[in-house]
């Protein structure tokens, strides 16, 4: 289609330093009405930080930025909102006790006088719900739903503001393929009518599909541009991380082991009238596919205790095993990297050294005490092999990018030395260079014959790095497919209840 000619916004040599980080360098920026924009790069390119400093969630160094050809200099998310910017977090940022409705208009309840009218409040939130496939009753409470419905709740959220820029930070990184297919529509409708739209995201089958220009932001820093003719796979990586990455899943496949997890009809509280049976031999890199809600999730919490089992039975290395708790978990040599690294992986005010060896802590202790000298052991080695980007150990995790911080989550756990190492969406929110690192750790762990199993909901992932997988929908096991079986088609196929020929 035919972009309107007018430029709406215009950023100008920005910069923005954190403690021991400089996050932008002079980066620019140019957005014109009707347009929809791509920003890529690793994590750590700066793009989270632009993102930010235009939605007025912190202020830049130094730079101008312009609206309609006149500066602008937020103070704050309201004066941002006001001038038609809304953010879309990467994170989630609902308050979990309200109902849909409120956290809509949270602070911008619609009303007289001090009262709220609760009637107008909840048809318009049922509005911006079924405008991104949302048909749920608006009095809904936003902590009962799952992570990926309540992604979608963020963007009607954002839509209700009658943005004229709207900012998406990683918006599909939680959604299934029907919600992404959704969110597609909803941009496409955006940019028919008028509206400017940010996109930032690590998927680049997506960002071809939506974009009409690509700007690319590699350590903090501009690293190129790519008008809509020039965007393919191969053009973004090569901006992006400054070299070419052949052979992104590289796999040797290893014959598998002894079985060291065996689920015998374990039965997770979430669907407790459907138990599961799977096994996972050492060397071997398990997938678990389906689509958001299958049960994926609450399957490995179950294994990891963080849900005990309702029943069935569970064997670690042939040993009966009954977790009550991580603790048991940890114990019987099981780790689990979350899907929401910052709730449940980390703790953010604590700096990469204590994070780095936090589950290590009872065998670190003498007499009571620290052993300081081990923690920072753990945690150089945790940054050496993970290639974590920090300015030091002593950095607080809460200042490092997304990628970095699922970084130390993996690091603390591989030096545990685990038999069964469970990653819950690994590469949500990663950087294609980080990812690859991931899937080489990944495959150095099962050539030394520890036992992989893990959830994705990228479909490449799961092709490219499983041994086998299996797949599940509305919390059963749907089908089992060996590596010469797997393809896009049979997982779909399984993942939505149907069912593959021999």
């Given at each position: 289609m035919s972009l309107d000619s007018g430029l709406l916004l215009e950023v100008k040599d920005l910069k923005k330093s954190f403690p021991g980080v400089l996050a932008l360098k002079g980066v620019?920026?140019?957005?014109?009405?009707?347009?929809v924009i791509s920003l890529i790069g690793e994590n750590g390119a700066g793009k989270s930080t632009l993102m930010k400093i235009l939605a007025g969630v912190q202020?830049?160094?130094?730079?101008?930025?312009?609206?309609?050809?006149?500066?602008?200099?937020?103070?704050?998310?309201?004066?941002?909102?006001?001038?038609?910017?809304?953010?879309?977090?990467?994170?989630?940022?609902?308050?979990?006790?309200l109902d849909l409705a409120s956290n809509i208009f949270l602070g911008r309840e619609p009303g007289n006088k001090g009262f709220i009218n609760e009637q107008e409040l909840h048809a318009e939130a049922s509005r911006h719900l079924k405008r991104v496939g949302l048909n749920?009753?608006?009095?809904?409470?936003?902590?009962?739903?799952?992570?990926?419905?309540?992604?979608?709740?963020?963007?009607?959220?954002?839509?209700?503001?009658?943005a004229r820029v709207l900012i998406m930070d990683e918006p599909t990184s939680s959604l299934s393929q029907k919600e992404t297919e959704t969110l597609f529509e909803v941009v496409k409708g955006l940019r028919d009518e008028g509206i400017s739209v940010i996109y930032i995201s690590h998927r680049l089958g997506e960002v071809k599909e939506l974009s009409d220009r690509v700007t690319v932001f590699r350590d903090g820093?501009?690293?190129?541009?790519?008008?809509?003719?020039?965007?393919?796979?191969?053009?973004?990586?090569?901006l992006m991380v400054g070299r070419e990455l052949s052979e992104f899943y590289d796999r040797d496949i290893h014959p598998p082991g002894d079985c060291v997890l065996k689920a015998v009809n374990i039965v997770s509280p979430t669907y407790p009238e459907i138990p599961v049976s799977i096994e996972v031999r050492a060397g071997?890199?398990?997938?678990?596919?389906?689509?958001?809600?299958?049960?994926?999730?609450?399957?490995?919490?179950?294994?990891?205790?963080?849900?005990?089992?309702?029943?069935?039975?569970?064997?670690?290395?042939?040993?009966?095993?009954?977790?009550?708790?991580?603790?048991?978990?940890?114990?019987?040599?099981?780790?689990?990297?979350?899907?929401?690294?910052?709730?449940?992986g980390l703790v953010l005010p604590m700096t990469v050294r204590e994070n780095a060896s936090l589950p290590s802590l009872d065998r670190d202790q003498k007499i009571g005490f620290l052993d300081h000298f081990?923690?920072?052991?753990?945690?150089?080695?945790?940054?050496?092999?993970?290639?974590?980007?920090?300015?030091s150990i002593e950095q607080a995790a809460r200042f490092l990018s997304g990628?970095?911080?699922?970084?130390?989550?993996?690091?603390?756990?591989?030096?545990?030395?685990?038999?069964?190492?469970?990653?819950?969406?690994?590469?949500?929110?990663?950087?294609?260079?980080?990812?690859?690192?991931?899937?080489?750790?990944?495959?150095?762990?099962?050539?030394?014959?520890?036992?992989?199993?893990?959830?994705?909901?990228?479909?490449?992932?799961?092709?490219?790095?499983?041994?086998r997988v299996y797949v599940m929908h509305e919390g059963r096991i749907s089908g089992e497919l060996q590596k010469d079986q797997m393809s896009e088609e049979s997982i779909m196929q399984l993942a939505t209840g149907g069912s593959v020929a021999a």
């Open positions: 620019s920026l140019t957005l014109g009405k009707g347009e202020p830049a160094d130094s730079g101008d930025y312009s609206i309609d050809g006149e500066k602008v200099d937020f103070k704050n998310v309201r004066e941002a909102m006001d001038l038609g910017i809304a953010l879309i977090h990467q994170e989630l940022n609902l308050a979990s006790n749920l009753p608006s009095d809904t409470i936003a902590g009962s739903l799952p992570i990926g419905k309540q992604q979608l709740v963020e963007i009607a959220k954002a839509l209700s503001c009658n820093e501009n690293a190129g541009e790519l008008a809509k003719d020039e965007i393919n796979h191969d053009n973004m990586v090569r071997e890199i398990v997938g678990i596919a389906g689509l958001v809600g299958a049960g994926r999730t609450e399957l490995l919490q179950t294994f990891f205790g963080v849900t005990p089992s309702l029943g069935g039975e569970l064997e670690v290395e042939g040993v009966s095993f009954s977790p009550c708790s991580p603790a048991d978990a940890v114990r019987a040599g099981l780790a689990l990297a979350p899907e929401d690294r910052k709730q449940h081990k923690e920072k052991e753990i945690a150089d080695e945790a940054v050496e092999q993970m290639k974590i980007k920090t300015p990628g970095n911080q699922q970084k130390i989550v993996l690091g603390k756990w591989l030096a545990m030395n685990p038999k069964l190492l469970m990653l819950d969406e690994p590469t949500r929110g990663i950087d294609i260079g980080a990812k690859r690192e991931i899937y080489k750790l990944m495959e150095k762990l099962a050539g030394k014959g520890i036992a992989i199993l893990f959830v994705s909901s990228e479909m490449e992932e799961v092709l490219g790095m499983a041994d």
